[in-house]
């Protein structure tokens, strides 16, 4: 997408930005904009789960190599540093004056570098660009971890993250008066990722139906700052209630726990007590085949199987029940092909003291539709590389 041609083709009177959504190798999923005087094409990834966009800048001390290049933030005529009194420097971190951001992420990974203001140029309906002044940005000049474990490889076409979680520093939050604090997204599962893509969708283009027999579904956002929590009452496994305690996946009084959906993480996550109950019931599921797990010290997951499924033996699926809605995973979306017949789950544990987090991969071929002031997030099943 040239962005270049927007700086006069920008057409201010069509509001309905509408960027696509394409898969990143890594289950990752990642938009395409414009930032800066003249603008640099920015790939960034999609993130529900954090609130703050950033973008590697020219001059990084620990950098990842971007294909496109990092951002020349000192060339585009547009920027601006945020001062340290701004409403949208928070927590107060600074730096001779100026604003200073840290983003650390479930993987270990983060970002810091300086709070920033440029023009942000994104598609809209209809092959025009909207453009938005003075948008609240990191420009992350110490980005640790950041290539071997969220962005991959010397081919990496992503540059950053985009924030869309429900914080005042979010995109969504900043450009309120045309999103409505409502988005939706379908991501295309990894199986159909090639020359897909799909599309964010704001305001009253967010939408969502079912057809068929896929019903929509719709369970309550918890009034938590920063991140779409929700209220998970239990996990199923082909219809087989777990035992886990429900207290395993509820926020602690000191804002510790709970369970987030997240674009912006490739796995699920349990805290370790879930993970364990999770493993051990498919384990002795899957021994009824007579299959047994296999070690992939290469891989990051510690249940594998080299098999090859049938109709008569195949994984199982399992049922995520939140607060009024049941979100079913099958198969597919619990457990992962990596070489010819070694599938491994897509699901690893974190800290006990940890969040819970629904990932990409669990989320794909769903819609998902957040409705952030009726505090509600709808999803239905559907075939996203078909829309």
Known sequence: MNFANAINSTKQGIKALEPQVLYHPGNFYVAEMGIGTPPYTAILLVDTGSNTTWIQGEGCNVCFPPKVGNFKYKESWTYSHVPCYHPLCFPRICHRNLCVFYEKYNDGSHSRGYISFDKFTFPSQG??????????FGVGLDNKN??????????????????LGSGDRSILKQLEADTYLRFSYCLPHWTNRHNTHTYLHFGQDAQIRGTGQAIVKKTPLLPYQNRYYLKVLGISMEGKYLQINPNEFQMRVDFTGGFAI????????????AYNIVRAEIVRYLQAYNWNPTVHSELPYDLCYDVNPTENQKFPSLTIHFLEADLELGAQRVFELFYSNTFCMFIIPTSQQGTNLLGAFQQSDFRFLFDVKAHEMWFVEEKCHLN
């Open 146 to 163: 950041i290539e071997s474990s969220r962005l991959r490889g010397s081919e990496n076409t992503v540059a950053g993250v985009l924030g």
């Open 262 to 273: 997240d674009s912006g993480s490739s796995y699920t996550y349990l805290v370790q007590n």
């Open 127 to 136: 092959g025009g660009y909207v453009s938005y002044q003075n948008v609240v």
